[in-house]
Structure formats: C-alpha cells, structure tokens
Nanobody, 119 residues
Framework: QVQLVESGGGWVQAGGSLRLSCAPS????????MGWFRQAPGKEREFVAS????????AYADSVKGRFTISGDNAANTLYLQMNSLKPEDTAVYYC????????????WGQGTQVTVSS
C-alpha cells in the first residue's frame, strides 16, 4: 500500500528554520495536488500549504504566509516545506498529503513529523 513518508521535523528555537520533506513509499496513482497540514495538541488538523502540479500554483494559510515556502519535484512526487522565522505557535505534528486523480480531496496521507518550537 502506498504511503507518504515525512522527514525533517525536530526541535528548534523561535526564529529558527526547519525543512520538511515528503516522498511516497511506493508508486501512487497520478497526483494532481500535494500539501502540508498540521495538528497542534488539542486542536483540529489545519491546512498549511499546497501546490498544484499543473502550473505550480501554491496556496498558504495566512498564519504562515511570508515565512513558509512549499516546493517539490513533480516527477518524483517529492514535497518540501521550508519553514523560516518559526514561532512557538507553529509547534504541531506536520502531515504531508496528496490528491490522487480522480479524487477531489486529499486521499493519501503520511504518518506525520513532530515540529517543536521553543520560546
């Protein structure tokens, strides 16, 4: 069964940077979109950023605009999230997700990687 595998999480002080990576463990169906989501303790999972492989359009949550950058390799379905100027409120488990054609929603998820930002 195909899964997404995240890496790059860890601990960092406020103002620091981390880079998350994501890649499939097998061969998925054709992927149209990939994205990052996060879930903080006691909160629901929320959207962080996404990229549309057709045209490369990106989208960001307002809380991360100007600090986070999503990028990737369409051919390999690898995904990255460069996180700069991290804040304690960015602390969460970060999940990679993919939308496989013809699904209209994200149907492939990773197990998550912990990001902890200390003040």
């Amino acid at each position: 069964q195909v899964q997404l595998v995240e890496s790059g999480g860890g601990w960092v002080q406020a103002g620091g940077s981390l880079r998350l990576s994501c890649a499939p463990s097998g061969r998925p169906r054709y992927i149209s979109h990939m994205g990052w989501f996060r879930q903080a303790p006691g909160k629901e999972r929320e959207f962080v950023a996404s990229i549309n492989w057709t045209g490369g359009r990106t989208a960001y949550a307002d809380s991360v605009k100007g600090r986070f950058t999503i990028s990737g390799d369409n051919a390999a379905n690898t995904l990255y999230l460069q996180m700069n100027s991290l804040k304690p409120e960015d602390t969460a488990v970060y999940y990679c997700a993919a939308r496989q054609v013809p699904s209209s929603s994200y149907d492939l998820w990773g197990q998550g990687t912990q990001v902890t930002v200390s003040s």
